[in-house]
């Protein structure tokens, strides 16, 4: 297994992905805006999506690969193992993929220097799988594109034994003996780094953790949601972090 980092000729892209409305176009724009500001050197960021109306003229919009999954199951992220095409609408070099509801709170330029084939966020829940989770993870364009063949020629299967395309992808990756984790300091879960254990979070407001760079949102909050103080029900309940619109922003 290779151990050097991504290669400085490589092209850098940012992948993003985008289809439904639980989106909108402005979180594309915002993703967009904190990497130029958190990323060293050019880039090319691109969105994978079926609707492109309203987002900014930097980002390159390309169609997301049919991936013909059955009508009415539970999409669970499976969508994004098309990241994994052989021949990603022709792009090249090293990709690192953001989901949407990401904030970027320092410089990421070391997701690009770091060594290792495949890096992912190891799971904070249930630290003891290998289960990564997929928010933040970088691969070499059109390198594991097995891993995608395998899901289309053996979904049914795949769907019984594995919960999320995550669950999946990181058996898969492990499997092929490349699967890293990011610095666990680097990708910082919201709900559980950001908000103070109870009962402190009623009274103290959450804050980024030391080593920070992208804060995660999982669950049912969002970037609108923690800069209000909404938890939609979640019983981490945490106060208003008004922060949030320094780092997400355009």
């Known amino acids: 297994m290779s151990t050097s980092p991504a290669s400085p000729d490589a092209e850098r892209v940012i992948l993003c992905m985008k289809w439904g409305t639980k989106y909108g176009p402005e979180y594309v724009n915002r993703l967009y805006a904190m990497v130029r500001r958190h990323l060293r050197g050019d ?8 609707r492109s109306e309203g987002i900014r ?10 991936l013909a999954l059955p009508e009415g199951i539970p999409e669970r992220g499976w969508t994004k193992l098309t990241t994994f095409e052989a021949d990603l609408h022709g792009l090249r070099g ?7 509801d990401v ?36 691969f070499t364009l059109g390198a594991h594109a097995d891993v995608l063949a395998k899901f289309r020629r053996e979904f049914e299967t795949i769907r019984t034994t594995f919960r ?10 492990h499997r092929k003996g490349q699967l890293q984790y990011w610095d666990p300091r680097w990708c910082a879960s919201f709900k559980y780094h950001c908000i103070p254990r109870w009962p402190l979070n009623y009274w103290k407001a959450p804050s980024i953790p030391d080593g920070a760079r992208i804060l995660i949102f999982h669950g ?26 320094d780092h997400w922003r355009e």
């Open 43 to 50: 880039f090319r960021f691109v969105c994978l999506t079926d």
């Open 57 to 66: 003229a930097e980002v390159q919009c390309l169609p997301i690969p049919a």
């Open 94 to 100: 090293t990709a690192l993929f953001l989901d949407l």
């Open 103 to 138: 904030v970027i709170v320092d410089d990421i330029t070391p997701f690009f220097e770091v060594p290792g084939e495949f890096l992912i966020i190891h799971d904070w829940k249930r630290p003891w799988r290998i289960t990564g989770n997929s928010s933040v993870y970088r």
């Open 164 to 173: 999320n395309e995550q669950a999946y992808l990181s058996d898969e990756i």
């Open 220 to 245: 049912v909050m969002n970037p609108p949601d923690a800069l209000a103080g909404r938890s939609n029900g979640n019983w981490r309940r945490p106060l208003p972090a008004p922060w949030i619109a």
